[in-house]
């Protein structure tokens, strides 16, 4: 059946839309997949977790947002004192501001004018969910794991980020109990701006150090 | 501590099966302790229901671009920095 014979108005005008529930589902279940939910269902049966363990756990991820970075990172440019505390001990820094770690800890990697960092997680896609939220596509594809490790100033490139060639591109490999967050450089022109106007400029791409906050 | 800050090290080029944290680039490869996380639940134990200890030192090592990568093009000084267990690591003799 193709997708006109399953559409339920008439088809006289050119199609630049979707249309909702009319298109097959072509994705079979992945053998990952399966395995996941087999093992879901195992830990439910006995009493492991309960179902509604999952579906808070996967509310709390879902409600979680790169806003949390940012405010971590504006506050980190207007108050000398918490920066020095979030360089030194991540993990405790930002439970000050009510985000919680969970069993990972956090380090924040400084941008300064000599070096600029970058995350990427060559083993699977570990990232700092609970202050960014969940990663972006990219940020879990094969492509970006692999060449950020090997040419990281041509996948900074294609991000639009040129960086001059004496500066020191740091990339962190997130590969075990670590997680990381970038702490940009507060860019020119924003100095005296209030902790909320800062927030606004900090994207998640910034935190994860492929590109650079505009003011 | 196992390891000091500074101190040189090499990873070990070594294949075990199984669910290992030390990814294969940098297998063989030496750097420079950057920092001790802690000490933490061994993942190739708990990758298979043991659990976990003795806990393991874990460090983060500094590696040169071009230690990785002969042919790494951008400059000198560009590095790779990744979190590798004590049991991974040996040192380098004479420092």
């Known amino acids: ?215 | 501590m196992m390891f000091s800050v500074g101190d040189r090290v090499r990873i070990k080029d070594s294949h075990p099966p199984g669910h290992r944290r030390t990814p294969y680039y940098v297998r063989g490869k030496t750097g420079v302790v950057e920092r001790y996380c802690g000490d933490f639940k061994n993942p190739e134990e708990l990758a298979y229901g043991f659990d976990g200890t003795p806990k393991r030192e874990l460090y983060r090592v500094r590696i040169t671009q071009t230690e990785l990568w002969p042919d790494y093009e951008g400059s000198d000084s560009d590095t790779l920095d990744l979190e590798i267990y004590d049991h991974w690591l040996e040192k380098i003799g004479g420092q």
């Open chain 1, 1 to 215: 059946m193709t997708t006109d014979e399953r559409g339920t108005h008439d088809h006289d005008h050119d199609h630049d839309h979707d249309h909702p529930g009319t298109t097959p589902d072509v994705n079979e279940t992945g053998y990952y997949e399966l395995m996941a939910e087999a093992m879901k269902e195992l830990l439910i049966e006995k009493g492991v977790v309960s179902a509604d363990d999952v579906r808070r756990n996967l509310e709390f991820l879902d409600s979680r947002d790169p806003a949390e970075g940012a405010r971590i990172i504006a506050r980190a440019w207007t108050d000398a004192d918490f920066k020095k505390r979030l360089l030194e001990d991540g993990t405790k820094a930002v439970g000050e501001l009510g985000f919680p770690m969970g069993d990972a800890e956090l380090i924040v990697v400084e941008n300064t004018s000599d070096v600029h960092n970058m995350i990427v997680c060559t083993l699977c896609s570990c990232y700092p969910r609970t202050v960014l939220g969940l990663p972006p596509d990219w940020y879990k594809s094969k492509s970006y794991r692999a060449r950020a490790v090997v040419e990281p100033r041509s996948v900074l490139k294609e991000f639009g980020t040129e960086l001059p060639s004496d500066k020191t591109v740091r990339v962190h490999d997130s590969n075990a109990d670590m997680r990381y967050l970038v702490l940009p450089e507060q860019p020119d022109g924003t100095e005296g701006w209030s902790e909320e106007q800062l927030t606004a400029i900090v994207t998640r791409d910034a935190m994860v150090g492929v590109t650079l906050p505009q003011a």
